[in-house]
């Protein structure tokens, strides 16, 4: 027999669902049964002007296929008026997907603050804010999913946007740490770095290339971390145009140095090939122990000066 994941009785809060991945999540959810919460602020891709068309729209869309669906209007900024419309109307909060975002790209060097400033309070202070108001349901309930969304800009560095890959990697932090504190209650906490096709992206790249990459390719990753049977927490996933993968930290092997007064940096630069040694390296869960290292270094004999030969006299750096 073929089955469905469903969500029916459940509740999902899109952000941003007024077009792009928000959308395609919005309607698919209420195509699985879930009562949505279609928040978005309805301003231009840069972050400018409000509206309710782009929120109504997906909610018309949704009932006219049968689905649930109520409108949003506030920023995620205001995340406790989005939570609140949840409950308003539909008693309960089971999804939560932070995904309004906008861009603001200039080159560091003509960054303004406001830049800087905007970027931070709709990504970052957006996302806390609507996870924050979630929270406690969530809680009460041991039941809670919730979608963060990165990006490679965060993850890799992009130029002319370092705002927003700041501001994007902050939800990698953000995600680990809420899964450690969500997982006794079965909130499981995720977060996505897309790629698809949008308002946002239309510009940046050409249009073969982004006729391949529908937001519909994103839904179904976030349909799976989204569902009542995934154990998936505290995991960035790269998605897009078909392709899934999870990402992780990777610890080179590393050097271990006495920590005496024989630990110079001529000392460090002698074993720099094993600092960045990746050929044996770890996927690290956590960092380094920091007491197995303390007895295993102590026991060392003290470090070996850099030695090179600089034409025929030998230097030897500390
Ligand atoms: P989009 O511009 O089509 O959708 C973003 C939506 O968020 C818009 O409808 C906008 O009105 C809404 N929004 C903006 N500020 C808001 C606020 N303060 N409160 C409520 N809603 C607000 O762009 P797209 O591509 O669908 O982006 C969705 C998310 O995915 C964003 O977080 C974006 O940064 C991220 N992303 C997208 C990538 C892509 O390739 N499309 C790549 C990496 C990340």
């Not at 999913?145 to 946007?161: K, N, V, Y």
């Not at 939800?171 to 680990?176: H, R």
């Not at 990777?250 to 074993?271: F, I, S």
């Not at 956590?286 to 850099?306: C, H, K, R, T, V």
Request: include cysteine.
């Amino acid at each position: 027999a073929i089955q469905e994941l469903r969500y029916d009785g459940q509740t999902v809060v899109v952000t941003g669902a007024g077009g792009g991945l928000g959308r395609a999540y919005a309607i698919f959810f209420g195509s699985r049964g879930a009562n949505v919460v279609v928040n978005d602020l309805g301003g231009s891709f840069k972050g400018e002007g409000r509206g309710s068309q782009a929120a109504d729209k997906v909610v018309d869309e949704i009932r006219s296929a049968g689905g649930k669906a109520v409108a949003n209007y506030d920023s995620v900024d205001n995340g406790e008026n989005i939570i609140k419309t949840a409950i308003d109307n539909f008693g309960r909060i089971d999804v939560l997907i932070n995904n309004a975002g906008i861009l603001r790209d200039i080159s560091f060097k003509n960054m303004k603050q406001q830049d800087w400033d905007l970027i931070m309070t709709v990504h970052v202070r957006g996302a806390y804010k609507c996870a924050r108001a979630a929270w406690p349901y969530f809680r009460k309930q041991k039941y809670g999913r919730l979608i963060s969304t990165a990006s490679a800009a965060g993850l890799f560095g992009s130029f002319g946007q370092c705002n927003y890959s700041a501001a994007k990697l902050a939800l990698v932090g953000f995600t680990e740490t809420l899964a450690k504190e969500g997982l006794k209650y079965n909130i499981l906490c995720n977060v996505i770095a897309p790629i698809a096709a949008s308002r946002m992206t239309e510009t940046v790249m050409p249009p073969d290339v982004l006729a391949s990459l529908g937001p519909e390719w994103i839904v179904p990753l976030v349909s799976v971390l989204t569902h009542k049977s995934s154990t998936e927490t505290g995991a960035i996933f790269e998605v897009g145009g078909g392709h899934i993968a999870k990402l992780r930290w990777e610890r080179a092997k590393g050097a271990l140095l006495k920590p005496d007064e024989t630990l110079t940096p001529g000392a460090v630069a002698l074993k720099w090939s094993d600092v960045t040694n990746y050929k044996e390296a770890e996927h690290p869960d956590g960092p380094a122990n920091a007491m197995e290292i303390l007895e295993a270094a102590g026991q060392l004999p003290p470090n070996n000066p850099g030695e090179k030969l600089d034409f025929k006299d030998k230097v030897v750096l500390i």
